[in-house]
């Protein structure tokens, strides 16, 4: 059974930071590709980050650009997010999927439950 888990969120007011971790097991296939996505109230689900399983490739939104970074640590997927904006507000996902999937929330087919982030301005 494939369990995707996320953790870190919280409440940080505006200009702070935050680091969300992943962790992935049960997947049939090798080094899955990783995303983090999110999704605010009324919103839909947006891609944040993704990364190939070596960190080869990776990409960010424009708007999460200088500001958030993923790495991965052992078998953890982290987001490392500074400079927090209260538009960053919403709740994220980590999802996985197989070596080249773009990074797109249609396109993953595995994800976890979330864990939401709040920013104060």
């Known amino acids: 059974q494939v369990q995707v888990a996320e953790s870190g969120g919280g409440l940080v007011q505006a200009g702070g930071s935050l680091r969300l971790s992943c962790t992935s097991s049960g997947l049939t296939f090798d080094n899955p590709e990783m995303g983090w996505f999110r999704q605010a109230p009324g919103k839909p689900r947006e891609g944040v980050s993704c990364?190939?399983?070596?960190?080869?490739r990776a990409y960010y939104a424009d708007y999460v650009k200088g500001r958030f970074a993923m790495f991965r640590d052992n078998n953890t997927l982290n987001l490392q997010m500074n400079s927090l904006k209260p538009e960053d507000t919403a709740m994220y996902y980590c999802a996985a999927d197989r070596p080249g999937t773009w990074c797109s929330p249609s396109q993953y087919k595995f994800w976890g439950q979330g864990t939401q982030v709040t920013v104060s301005s």
């Open positions: 990364m190939s399983w070596d960190g080869r």
